[in-house]
C-alpha cells in the first residue's frame, strides 16, 4: 500500500506538562518531584490492581497509573516489609506517574519508594471514573499521533476529501471551485492529520486557518468570501484523492473494481489517482467519486455489478446455440 | 537531492514579501524545493506553506531539493536566502 507522505510527529508529554495540562482536576504533588521529567508515552491509563499484590508483570510504566480507593485501601491493610517490597518492584519499572484520585491519602510506604525512586505522586480530589475518563479522553487529543501533509482538505457531500499532487497540480482551484458549488473547506495548501485511535481528522494550521492562495489573485479568506458555511474547523479524512497532470504511458485505473488504499500514519483509506487533462472537469470528476464512494459505503459498487452482469451475459451466451 | 542547512538572517525573517521571492525563486524549477524548520516543513513552491513556517530572524531551515535541475535551484535559493532577500 502506497504511504501518503508528509512530516509525521509523535508527541509524547512529561509528568510536568501533564500537570500543567489537567489544571481542572485540582492536582497536587506528594512525592517524586525529581522524576517529573518522566514521559508519558501511551494515551491509556492503568489501574495497577494485582501488581500491588506481587504480580508487577502487566504493569505498562509508559501509563499513568490510577490509584483509587480499592487499591489504597488495599495498601492501607496490607502494611508490612511485603509491601514495601511489592511497591519497589512495580515502582522500579519505572512508572510515569502514579494518580491518586478522590483526595485519598496514600500509606507512607508508598510516599517513600516513590520519593526514593523519583516516581511522581500525584493527588486529585476527583473520583477514579472522572478522572480516568477525562484523562483518557483528552490525552488521545494530546497525544495522537500527527502527519502534515501538503494538499487541500474539504467536505464535500460530508464526506472529507483530502486532495493531494505536486504543486501547481491545481489543487487549490479545485478546492476553490468545490466552495463555489456549495462544499466547505477545512484546509488549503498545508493539511495537520491527527489519528485518533483508527480515525483521521484533519484540520488547517491555525494561522492558515480558511486562506487560500490563487495565483494571479493572491492570499483571499474563504470565510469572509463565501461566509461561515463555506468552511469547516475539522472533519475526518475518507477519501485521498491524488491529482496528477496525465502522463502518457502511464495506466489509470480504468475499471474501479478494486478498492485502492493509502495509508496514513498507519491507517488504511481509500485513494484515487485522477489524471489532470484539458476538457476534464476535476471537480465534477470528484464529485462523482465522492458519490461512488458514498454508494460503496451503501454496500452498492457499481463497477462490480458491472462486471458480475458481464459475467453473466457471457455465461448464457455459451448456452445459445 | 541535495539538502542544505541556512539560516534565515534578515531583520524581518520570512515576512510576506521575503516569502513571496522564496515561492518564486523555486517555482522557477522542476525540482521539488521542501523548506523545514524544526516545527514544521512546507513546499518552497506555496506562499501559503512558507508563511505558515513564521521563520523570523536566526531561524535555521533546512532546504532539501529534489529533481533533474537541483543544483540549480539549490544555488538559486541559496543565494536568496544568505544575501537576505536583498534586505537588511
Known sequence: MRVLRGQEFHPKLSAQQFMDSFKDLELELLAGSAGLGREIGNPRIQKPGLGLAGDPEYIHPDRIQILGATEINYLSRHGGPDQRQALETVLKRGVCLFLVTKGLTPTPALVEVANATNTPLIRSPKTSSYVISVVTDRLLDMMAPRLTTHGSFLDVYGVGLLLVGESSVGKSESALDLVVRGHRLVSDDIVEIRRRGEILVGRAPEMLQYHMELRGVGIVNIKDLFGVVATQAQKEVDLVVELEAWREGRSYDRLGVDDPQTSILGVACPYLLLPVAPARNITILLEVAVRNLLLKRKGINSARAFARLHMERMGSQKDEP | ?88
Open chain 2, 1 to 88: 537531492m541535495t539538502r542544505k542547512e541556512l539560516v534565515i538572517s534578515n531583520r524581518l525573517g520570512l515576512h510576506a514579501r521575503a516569502a513571496a521571492k522564496l515561492v518564486q525563486a523555486a517555482s522557477r524549477f522542476h525540482a521539488q524545493v521542501i523548506i523545514s524548520t524544526h516545527q514544521m516543513s512546507a513546499d518552497a513552491k506555496s506562499i501559503l506553506g512558507v508563511l505558515t513556517l513564521a521563520a523570523s530572524k536566526d531561524t535555521p531551515v533546512v532546504l532539501e531539493v529534489d529533481g533533474p535541475d537541483e543544483a540549480a535551484a539549490m544555488k538559486e535559493i541559496e543565494s536568496l536566502i544568505t544575501s537576505r532577500f536583498g534586505e537588511e
